[in-house]
């Protein structure tokens, strides 16, 4: 009988701490924001539009583009990219783990790639473009943790990837 | 005594089902609850005894988080058996895989933890480890030359400006072949005192003081108004080398050693000490090159204290006392006498005031012994059987486990009157307060770490494992909250609040400040390259497959080493690695860094390796063929990933 009255009170107290929300002697040990990256995500919206206005979900709203290309920054670009993406990335259209990132910078605004290069999981599971890449790819993009620097520079190398001036 | 411990648990057995009932009363449950997904208040490191790790809990949930390898290999991550880490278990004595570690130490900033490192000792061959708690690594395990039994170890100053090391079974000094039978006149103990640099933790062997032969038991540093002194309990002072089980009860008293180590400090700056040969090894983890190294020393500064006056003091302690534990404001001292139906508390002030007014009673050999009187305080009366260890509360409390008559009894440190007693299921041991050893405990919490388990899990054949319980003393009573399993053998723990720690840890490794000497900075850099029958391979990991994934021209007899730097860079998504028929361990590799796996094929055949931590979608398929060719035969070396007999031909 002991038994089951404590595993009552557990009971209990998990529908009391659930409908509280909250319980005081935890106040002191909350949790920072919740990391949902290896979590269930909402379903997969309909594949995308080849070519898209979309801006992606990130801090990047409007980025400045250069002309013409700034060599300092796809040197430092191509740095990234063979230390942090080639594994994945081919710089033909060809798709190894990821797509090729031949065109992408057709396919995609400026402002869509550099948010889905530092915000990866948020964009992976709220943005439909990417969430239908991963239905194509069956692998989460693995968050590099790129700088804003070293994102800008990728862009740059994509850029001159695509043939840009 | 094991005969009368077994009584005692048979004895309680039979009337313990009524004692647990009313112990936990119906709102322990909501106190320990921790819902899902919300985190624990405390983190609770807890010694591993035999099993030579040491193992992280979350309170009051009482869930095990971690367990850490310290001085124990661990095949689950490779720790002392990949490359890099292997010197980490060096001795004089070469690699030993294991230890028996016994207590724990969390450093402090004035008598305050800090959260910044964890000491752990090993008893066995004696060694002291500190451990980072960015990482929860063991970053560092220096050996003990000179002693042997290494159990009044790790504990602390106030300001973490020594760890200490005292000799449990006594040993002659050097490597002297003698007669055990000489014991008195050539085995010493020693109290080794490690200073810890304060900005890199990094440990050294400042001096050694040389004791006489006895053992000695647990120690604490003073605090406060006794910042300078370290409290060290002894027994056999009757210096028994066989049955020491009877040998060694003679006497009605051994002593408390009270050493002044700031005069111990001065002596050896002053140049009082002998430089003396003896070897021992110092090792190292470096976070750049993410590898260990292990120097071997060859000398040791040893203080002796006729050399020395005025630096150590005896004062006499009933009954082989065990715990030698100082409260938070640094001026009473407990020793428990584990033989004695009392508990003696000493008093920092009398102890001085009895030196200045050398109120002695004789010498044990050659160090003053203070007359008994002259340092108590007092003596906690009829406290229960077997005192063992006792923590603090910061409201004037103290708290000692009973091992004989298995309870926690709560006492006035002003008056000596018990207050409160609770049992233990079964045969307590020691006992942790957070911060109970530290000049502000808190208040909340104790953990009896129980030696004996016999009926509270569901049973697991003979082998069981040990029970902690967790207590709130919050109120005037204690009330018990919650059993939980522990691994291997627990002796000491220590535990701090979640804050001091949790939001420093490291996620992962910068990819970019790998310095190993054998990283590969991308898959473009994979490789692999013969030198005679060594052949390094530099490979790659990310999700989910590996670079190169397909090896040929290796032959049986080459000392083949795989170095493998994970690509990731996010948290929580380290690869495994492991290959077919390999007489060693796998590897976990945390994000941004490189880890070696050595393998040497003795038979010629194709071997599959693979990743071993479940990573992706694609996780099944993250593996690889490694061709190992007959010795002498003309198979070129040839590796890559992608590249099939299709897509060559194309080309």
């Known amino acids: 009988m002991k038994q089951v009255s404590l595993l009552t009170a557990v009971a209990a107290t998990a529908l009391l701490l659930y409908s509280c929300g909250s319980t005081p002697q935890q106040a002191d040990t909350e949790k920072p924001a919740t990391d949902n990256s290896m979590a269930t995500t909402a379903p997969a919206a309909e594949a995308p539009a080849a070519a898209s206005d979309d801006k992606g979900k990130g801090k990047f709203t409007s980025v400045t583009l250069t002309d013409p290309l700034d060599q300092a920054m796809i040197t430092s670009g191509k740095s990234t990219y063979e230390v942090k993406c080639a594994a994945c990335h081919k710089l033909s259209a060809e798709k190894l783990v990821g797509p090729g990132w031949k065109g992408v910078t057709e396919r995609r605004k400026p402002e869509w790639i550099m948010n889905f290069i530092t915000n990866t999981d948020e964009m992976i599971d709220k943005d439909p473009a990417a969430q239908a890449m991963l239905e194509e790819c069956m692998v989460r993009m693995p968050n590099q943790h790129l700088t804003d620097d070293e994102a800008r520079h990728l862009l740059e190398y994509m850029r001159d990837n695509d043939g840009k001036k | 005594m094991l005969g009368l411990a077994v009584a005692t648990t048979a004895a309680m057995q039979s009337c313990k089902m009524k004692t647990a009932a009313t112990a936990v009363q119906g709102d322990a449950a909501t106190k320990t609850y921790v819902a899902p997904g919300k985190y624990d208040e405390i983190y609770n490191f807890v010694s591993g005894g035999f099993n030579g790790q040491v193992s992280v809990y979350g309170l009051p949930s009482g869930r095990l988080l971690k367990v850490i390898p310290v001085f ?34 969390l450093s402090q900033t004035n008598g305050e933890q800090d959260g910044r490192w964890l000491f752990a000792n090993a008893n066995n061959t004696p060694r002291v480890a500190r451990i980072d708690l960015t990482t929860f690594k063991t970053m ?41 039978s000489s014991f008195k006149d050539n085995f010493h103990s020693t109290a080794s005192f490690i200073s810890v640099d304060k900005n890199t933790g990094k440990m050294d062997i400042a001096f050694q003081i040389v004791l006489p032969g006895m053992n000695l038991d647990l120690s604490h540093a003073g605090k406060g108004p006794s910042h300078d002194w370290f409290f060290f309990s002894s ?66 500064l040893l203080l002796d204290p006729k050399d020395c006056p005025d630096m150590i003091y005896m004062i006499p302690c009933p009954k082989s006392p065990h715990g030698c534990d100082i409260d938070p404001s640094g001026e009473y001292i407990v020793g428990s006498g584990k033989l004695a139906a009392l508990i003696p508390v000493f008093s920092f002030s009398k102890m001085t005031g009895a030196i200045a007014g050398k109120q002695f009673e004789g010498d044990f050999k050659g160090i003053p012994i203070i007359k008994y009187e002259a340092a108590l305080h007092g003596e906690v009366q009829k406290p229960g059987l077997g005192p063992l260890h006792t923590e603090f509360d910061g409201k004037g409390n103290a708290y000692t486990s009973m091992f004989l008559s298995s309870e926690v009894v709560k006492w006035s440190l002003k008056d000596l009157k018990v207050l409160d007693r609770v049992p233990t299921y079964y045969s307590v041991g020691h006992l942790m307060i957070p911060g109970g050893d530290t000049k502000k405990p808190g208040g909340k919490y104790l953990v009896a770490y129980n030696k004996i388990t016999k009926d509270r899990f569901l049973p697991t054949g003979p082998e069981l494992a040990q029970s902690a319980q967790l207590y709130d003393i919050s109120g005037d009573k204690m009330q018990l909250l919650l059993d939980f399993p522990t691994f291997g053998e627990p002796h000491y723990a220590q535990a701090c609040q979640a804050s001091l720690i949790k939001d420093k840890q490291v996620k992962f490794y910068d990819i970019n400040k790998n310095g190993h000497e054998y990283v590969t900075m991308g898959e473009k850099k994979a490789n692999v390259v013969r030198k005679g029958n060594r052949v390094d391979i530099y490979m790659t990991a990310i999700r989910s497959h590996l670079v190169p994934d397909n090896i040929e021209g290796v032959f049986v007899g080459d000392e083949v080493y795989f170095h493998v730097t994970n690509l990731e860079q996010d948290w929580d998504i380290p690869h495994g690695f492991a290959i077919k028929n390999n007489p060693n361990a796998e590897l976990l590799i945390m994000p941004g860094e490189t880890v070696t796996l050595k393998f040497t094929p003795d038979k010629q055949g194709i071997y599959p390796f693979y990743c071993t931590d479940f990573c992706s979608a694609l996780h099944q398929e993250m593996s690889g063929y490694l061709r190992v060719s007959p010795k002498g035969s003309n198979v070129p070396l040839k590796f890559g990933t992608g590249e099939t007999v299709t897509s060559v031909a194309a080309k």
């Open chain 2, 235 to 300: 027994y056999n002072t009757e210096q028994a080398y066989t049955l020491l089980e009877v040998n060694a009860s003679q006497k009605d008293k051994d002593y408390i050693v009270a050493v002044n180590w700031k005069k111990a400090e001065e002596y050896a700056k002053a140049g009082k000490g002998k430089k003396v040969p003896a070897s021992y090894a110092h090792n190292t983890y470096d976070e750049h090159t993410q590898s260990a190294t292990s120097e071997i020393k060859n000398e040791v």
């Open chain 2, 72 to 105: 124990a290999v661990n095949p689950e991550n490779g720790y002392g058996y990949s490359e890099e880490t292997k010197a980490m278990l060096n001795t004089t004595n070469g690699l030993i895989p294991w230890d028996d570690q016994h207590h724990l130490d």
């Open chain 2, 140 to 180: 560092e395990v220096l050996q003990i030359p000179n002693s042997a039994g290494n159990h009044s170890s790790p504990f602390i100053t106030e300001n973490t400006e020594y760890v200490v090391a005292g000799t449990r079974f006594s040993v002659p000094l050097g490597s002297e072949d003698v007669p055990i």
